[in-house]
């Protein structure tokens, strides 16, 4: 038995009616590099069985505390079902990427049973006219509630059932279940009254890691070495949010992103990104005349794991405002741009504390959040006090080929999660991809709010085009003005 952590359990009390909290992707792989070149759904089912150890969040599902006392336990779940968290689908003809995305984000927009493991996934075949994909491939949908992962824990889950082989050797012992007895309800209450002694002291806690955090925002600010971003644009994606989803994305190889940041000294990776996505959101605004004259912004999730918790599950996670620079028309000028507002947006969340949010959400009742979350939405606080325009994670995926059933992973997109006020999310991660490394930009959102989820995947596509062939142009400048120096 496990307690969640009050950053674990906001993912909880915020999920309402057309809000599941839950995050997601989609790998496609090629069967042919399997034995007999065929996957068949018994050997995924079979393979999955034997990883169960590996994660406790397949076997575990939530117990509340009586009366919402406390934050909820995860316990073991003695009746596990395999094959209901496991299913198997097909596309409908003619089987191409748009009917996988509308079949993701028709699956993506329902909500997990509450009663039991937060997690489901759906084998699907039948993608016969995807471009790029060999031909008899297949796809694996997956989610997982957001309660039990965060971005970098789901790297570990979605290495629970992946090999780095092509013909990994038999695991020579797989442990025997016992799952643990529930608690009784005594229990719960007598730990929910001790954890509530505790929250005076929290609360002074939170207050003491305040008052430094004040005055070190306040000093940056004096300084110049950052500002806090204010006021926000209202968009589309800021508006009522329903039920529906639409999902999309475009890959990019490594080295060209790697082009994009090194034309600006001291960029990185995520600064290009960011430059690709503030582009795309800039076109896409503005081909619906809608661009504001401000900048937007997104939020970005940092991991605020130290060494020690590396292995820890569950949510640990901070956030920083970064503006996207979407008033800049020149590509060049937008990266330079973003790469001092990201630079500053990292002073400026060093200077508030990055585990200040998970501090706070220990210390609050959850009924509060849950009360304060509905409100929002009730009320439109959450349309007209808009705290960004979009949020982009970065998850990182492994450095190597990986492997299903013997069968090769030839794709991956990730699935983000939509909240009120918020309604487009984009993931980032990498993959090797024909022994290359591979960026992908994935955009979930309302379906309402964006109508014409392809026409936002060309305009990331011309984004990054713009931003490469500058930053090839800045390139072979700056490398013939060398030469005529040399000369």
Not at 54 to 81: E, H, N
Not at 116 to 128: C, F, T
Not at 168 to 178: G, M
Not at 359 to 383: C, E, H, K, N, W
């Amino acid at each position: 038995m496990q307690q969640l952590t009050g950053m674990d359990a906001m993912f909880l009390h915020t999920e309402m009616d057309g809000f599941p909290m839950h995050i997601g992707g989609i790998s496609i792989y090629d069967q042919s590099t399997a034995k007999g070149g065929k996957v068949r759904f018994k050997d995924i089912l079979s393979t999955f069985e034997k990883r169960l150890h590996r994660s406790p969040i397949f076997r575990r599902k939530l117990q509340k505390v009586p009366m919402g006392l406390d934050q909820p336990y995860w316990v073991d779940d003695d009746k596990f079902d395999i094959e209901y968290h496991i299913r198997h689908i097909a596309l409908p003809k003619p089987g191409d990427w748009r009917q996988l995305c509308i079949q993701a984000a028709r699956l993506h927009a329902q909500p997990l049973d509450m009663n039991r493991p937060l997690w489901q996934a759906y084998v699907i075949e039948g993608l016969n006219n995807v471009d790029g994909v060999p031909p008899g491939s297949f796809a694996l949908y997956i989610k997982v509630h957001h309660a039990a992962m965060d971005g970098a824990t789901g790297v570990q889950f979605f290495g629970a059932f992946n090999d780095m082989e092509l013909n990994p050797k038999p695991e020579k012992h797989i442990p025997v279940w016992n799952p643990e007895p529930r608690p009784g309800k005594g229990g719960m209450l007598r730990r929910a009254y001790v954890n509530n002694l505790k929250k005076p002291w929290q609360m002074v806690k939170l207050a003491g890691e305040a008052m430094p955090a004040r005055k070190r925002l306040k000093a940056g600010k004096d300084e110049g070495r950052f500002r806090s971003i204010e006021d926000k644009e209202t968009t589309r994606f800021n508006r009522d949010i329903s039920q529906h989803r639409v999902v999309e994305s475009r890959r990019f190889p490594f080295e060209d992103i790697r082009t994009i940041k090194n034309a600006i000294e001291g960029a990185t990776v995520n600064d290009a990104v960011l430059a690709i996505i503030g582009g795309a959101m800039r076109t896409y605004l503005d081909a619906h005349g809608e661009l504001p004259e401000n900048s937007l912004v997104t939020s970005c999730p940092i991991d605020v794991r130290d060494e020690s918790e590396r292995e820890a599950g569950g949510n640990m996670v901070g956030m920083m405002n970064v503006a996207l620079r979407t008033d800049i028309a020149d590509p060049m000028q937008r990266l330079i741009a973003v790469h001092e507002e990201a630079s500053q947006a990292k002073a400026y969340a060093e200077a508030m504390g990055p585990r200040i949010g998970m501090d706070t959400a220990d210390t609050v009742p959850g009924g509060i959040i849950s009360s304060v979350m509905r409100l929002a939405v009730a009320s439109g606080l959450a349309q007209k006090n808009v705290m960004t325009n979009t949020v982009v994670t970065n998850v990182p995926g492994s450095p190597f080929q990986l492997y299903l059933c013997g069968a090769k992973l030839v794709d991956s997109i990730g699935i983000g999660v939509l909240a009120p006020g918020v309604g487009l999310f984009h993931t980032v991660n990498s993959m090797v991809m024909n022994k290359k490394g591979t960026i992908i930009i994935s955009a979930l959102a309302c379906r309402d709010l964006m109508p014409d989820p392809e026409f936002y995947a060309e305009c990331l596509q011309g984004s990054f085009d713009e931003l490469f062939a500058a930053a090839t142009a800045a390139d072979t400048g700056n490398k013939a003005a060398a030469g005529k120096k040399r000369a």
